[in-house]
């Protein structure tokens, strides 16, 4: 089901059941009875085994934040291969979307896709050091306020 649960569902200060967490959180029971084996403590003195709301939290946490792995200088992220690849070439654009922020955008040379990276375009220089980054024109959106219907 879900890959990213919402901890915000779960109040610290109450006990669960993994049916009720299951529901809580859009997962199956087997899911939250599978957790336990990964390290999710739960008091087995009762039945049905209970869950500290404080516990989960920290247990799902410590999940996303181990799944995370930042980006190395030069890279893009490929949607496709699901990985930090540096774009073919050493090319880059970079495409403002305002307020300074914007993309940089290359092309993956395994699977010719296209790779993405969010920045500050003062911070290209520390995320792309040796990539040659070309500045485009904003993109402009169908709704761009001030234009006629």
């Keep these: 089901m879900a890959?990213?649960?919402n901890t915000r569902a779960i109040k610290k200060h109450r006990n669960y059941t993994a049916d009720e967490l299951a529901e809580l959180l859009n997962a199956h029971p087997q899911t939250i009875r599978g957790w336990v084996d990964k390290g999710l403590p739960c008091l087995k003195?009762?039945?049905?085994?209970l869950f500290t709301g404080a516990h989960v939290q920290a247990f799902l946490t410590a999940q996303s934040?181990?799944?995370?792995k930042?980006?190395?200088?030069?890279e893009l992220y490929c949607l496709c291969c699901k990985?930090?690849?540096t774009p073919a070439g050493l090319?880059?654009?970079f495409i403002p979307d305002g307020a300074g922020g914007g993309r940089l955008i290359g092309l993956c040379p395994d699977c010719e896709s296209v790779c993405n990276r969010f920045t500050r375009e003062e911070k290209i220089p520390l995320v792309a050091p040796n990539l040659a980054v070309q500045r485009q024109a904003k993109e402009t959106s169908l709704e761009?306020?001030?234009e006629a219907a």
């Design 3 to 5: 890959k990213r649960y």
């Design 45 to 49: 003195s009762s039945t049905p085994h």
């Design 65 to 68: 934040i181990r799944k995370k």
């Design 70 to 74: 930042p980006l190395a200088p030069d």
């Design 83 to 85: 990985t930090g690849k």
């Design 91 to 93: 090319m880059a654009d």
């Design 144 to 146: 761009e306020p001030g």
